[in-house]
């Protein structure tokens, strides 16, 4: 991750220019280690967001939303007595380090003029977000209170006069000129040049090898860093997030960066939209990855153990429908009492039906006929069995199928809501224990939101997300001469092929089937696999038995098509 000192004196530069002279209208503290603070600007209101958290830790303007406490943190409360209503008069990078200084003059409860510095240290796991009044330079209260049990060296607990990190023994960034003599390998550069990243020290190198004469050119690197420093006074920089293959965030920065050149890029008006977009759509990605964990563990244990389940009932039907032997035994056994000596443990006799010689086992402490009534008894319990042995692997059946679904829907799920929806539905069909009241309290319900697709002739496809929206989609959504698609008999979501027009599924060209049952076969376990089957049927065939779990439907007059999963561009 990039955020080095040269990030820092991006967003100080922005927010200086940006923030200045700005009022604080606001305090909120949306998560133990953020910040959000609502500032009213001579450009409008603005809202300024920082982190100290170990893995996002960053400091920019934002326009995401985020969910507040109904109870604000002791903190929170703090600096809304310091610092609400008080104006901002300077924004600062400290030297070239990845520290932020943000002073604030505020009135005290007497009504005088106070001056607060808000100092935010960008530093990994000892990142942090401390108050501290600016005459005495003691601190009023840090985010994370670190004591003497927890560094020696320097504590930062209200009433302790504040000092700064440690100076490393390197030159600051912005003190380099042309005329600074610079290492030409990676570690060497780290150790000498203090405020910036691997990344950046690898750039320097790249300019360095890319020149026609490297004996000449032994400021290379530091020209290049001062090329960048320059871009950033004179507002001339592009930022940039690099994406990975799956279109996710991998880095960012201010300048462009020769070793990801390969990747695609996102360019930004501002460092601060770039941080912002970067570090969201990170976390949502990894919080989608830490919620989906639990449930999708949940349910492939519920489904592992319907299949358990599937085994032992297809043993116990075996044996069932083997048990024919029970009613000859008793047959013979009733024909041939005369035979039985008592005290026996078997008999020899003749069975009629083949004219073949055929051994009984018998009970030695019963009689004849009643060895005879346990082999009825028997046949009539396991021909019992047979219907019950049925009934019971077909609801499984339905169970599996239904589990598998939902499997397919959590490692789908892009987003948290769409998550808690699945868990929802897994609450509700007993899967899953339901929460306790107090986290259970009532979200706002989401509300179907399909994913919806073009075609090549406009025609509209809408994809259901989970089981819930795949009954809704269907049954309520779709009118009765809409296409219903569905990958045949693999997990995947309900397609839908709008045809508002007034044209019916014989008007179709081949071509816009195949089409939309591409993007079936996309969203359906089957989206890595080639030539997948799709059934699809006008949605007047389709029906939901009653009882039948979430997203359960039957068909009849289908047909069915091999497409290679592949998808339009979402709309």
């Known amino acids: 991750?990039?955020?080095?000192?040269?990030?820092?004196?991006?967003?100080?530069?922005?927010?200086?220019?940006?923030?200045?002279?700005?009022?604080?209208?606001?305090?909120?503290?949306?998560?133990?280690?953020?910040?959000?603070?609502?500032?009213?600007?001579?450009?409008?209101?603005?809202?300024?967001?920082?982190?100290?958290?170990?893995?996002?830790?960053?400091?920019?303007?934002?326009?995401?939303?985020?969910?507040?406490?109904?109870?604000?943190?002791?903190?929170?409360?703090?600096?809304?007595?310091?610092?609400?209503?008080?104006?901002?008069?300077?924004?600062?990078?400290?030297?070239s380090e990845r520290i932020i200084e943000i002073d604030i003059e505020a009135l005290n409860e007497m009504g005088f003029s106070v001056c607060r510095r808000l100092i935010i240290e960008i530093m990994s796991k000892h990142s942090n977000i401390v108050l501290t009044d600016l005459e005495s330079g003691k601190i009023i209260d840090a985010i994370k209170r670190v004591s003497i049990d927890v560094n020696r060296y320097r504590q930062l607990l209200p009433g302790v006069v504040y000092e700064y990190p440690p100076e490393q023994d390197k030159l600051p960034f912005r003190e380099i000129t042309k005329s600074t003599g610079l290492p030409h390998d990676e570690k060497g550069i780290m150790k000498s040049v203090?405020?910036?990243?691997?990344?950046?020290?690898?750039?320097?190198?790249?300019?360095?090898?890319?020149?026609?004469?490297?004996?000449?050119?032994?400021?290379?690197?530091?020209?290049?860093?001062?090329?960048?420093?320059?871009?950033?006074?004179?507002?001339?920089?592009?930022?940039?997030?690099?994406?990975?293959?799956?279109?996710?965030?991998?880095?960012?920065?201010?300048?462009?960066?020769?070793?990801?050149?390969?990747?695609?890029?996102?360019?930004?008006?501002?460092?601060?939209?770039?941080?912002?977009?970067?570090?969201?759509?990170?976390?949502?990605?990894?919080?989608?990855?830490?919620?989906?964990?639990?449930?999708?563990?949940?349910?492939?244990?519920?489904?592992?153990?319907a299949l358990l389940k599937k085994k032992k009932l297809s043993e116990d039907l075996l044996k069932a429908e083997n048990s024919e032997q029970y009613r000859l035994y008793g047959e013979l056994l009733t024909a041939n009492i005369h035979m039985v000596q008592p005290g026996a443990k078997k008999v020899t006799v003749t069975n009629y039906y083949d004219g073949s010689e055929i051994d009984i086992p018998l009970d030695e402490k019963i009689n004849a006929a009643a060895n005879a009534q346990r082999y009825f008894k028997k046949y009539s319990k396991a021909h019992t069995a047979i219907h019950e042995k049925q009934t019971q692997l077909e609801e499984n059946e339905h169970d599996i199928e239904y589990l598998e679904s939902v499997v397919q829907n959590i490692e789908s799920a892009d987003n948290v809501p769409l998550l808690d929806s699945i868990r929802d539905e897994l609450e509700e069909t007993g899967y899953a224990r339901r929460r306790a009241k107090a986290s259970q309290r009532k979200r706002k319900k989401e509300k179907p939101d399909p994913i919806r697709y073009e075609l090549s002739d406009g025609t509209q496809v809408l994809v259901g997300r989970n089981n819930n929206e795949n009954d809704w989609l269907?049954?309520?959504?779709?009118?009765?001469?809409?296409?219903?698609?569905?990958?045949?008999?693999?997990?995947?979501?309900?397609?839908?092929?709008?045809?508002?027009?007034?044209?019916?599924?014989?008007?179709?060209?081949?071509?816009?089937?195949?089409?939309?049952?591409?993007?079936?076969?996309?969203?359906?376990?089957?989206?890595?696999?080639?030539?997948?089957?799709?059934?699809?049927?006008?949605?007047?065939?389709?029906?939901?038995?009653?009882?039948?779990?979430?997203?359960?439907?039957?068909?009849?007059?289908?047909?069915?098509v091999y497409v290679t999963p592949e998808l339009p561009s979402a709309k």
């Open 474 to 560: 269907t049954m309520k959504h779709a009118s009765k001469t809409d296409v219903w698609m569905h990958t045949k008999d693999i997990p995947g979501s309900h397609i839908i092929l709008k045809l508002d027009d007034g044209r019916r599924l014989q008007d179709l060209p081949a071509e816009l089937i195949y089409e939309a049952a591409s993007i079936a076969a996309y969203h359906s376990k089957a989206k890595d696999s080639d030539n997948v089957p799709v059934d699809y049927v006008p949605v007047r065939y389709v029906k939901k038995p009653n009882g039948a779990k979430p997203g359960m439907v039957i068909f009849t007059n289908n047909q069915t």
């Open 1 to 95: 991750m990039a955020y080095d000192g040269i990030i820092t004196y991006a967003i100080a530069t922005e927010l200086s220019n940006g923030i200045t002279l700005g009022k604080i209208e606001k305090v909120y503290q949306p998560g133990p280690e953020e910040l959000l603070i609502h500032i009213h600007t001579r450009s409008g209101n603005v809202r300024l967001f920082m982190s100290c958290n170990s893995q996002s830790a960053r400091v920019c303007l934002t326009e995401g939303s985020y969910t507040n406490p109904d109870q604000p943190p002791t903190f929170c409360m703090l600096l809304r007595k310091h610092l609400q209503g008080g104006r901002i008069t300077a924004v600062r990078q400290k030297d």
């Open 194 to 305: 203090g405020g910036i990243s691997p990344a950046i020290a690898r750039e320097m190198l790249s300019s360095s090898k890319d020149a026609e004469d490297v004996t000449l050119v032994s400021d290379q690197p530091a020209a290049r860093l001062l090329e960048i420093v320059s871009s950033i006074e004179n507002g001339t920089y592009v930022p940039r997030v690099y994406l990975n293959e799956k279109g996710g965030p991998q880095e960012f920065h201010i300048t462009d960066l020769t070793e990801l050149s390969h990747l695609e890029t996102m360019e930004f008006e501002s460092t601060s939209e770039c941080v912002d977009y970067f570090f969201t759509n990170r976390e949502a990605s990894n919080l989608v990855r830490q919620k989906s964990m639990p449930l999708l563990k949940l349910a492939q244990a519920a489904l592992d153990k």
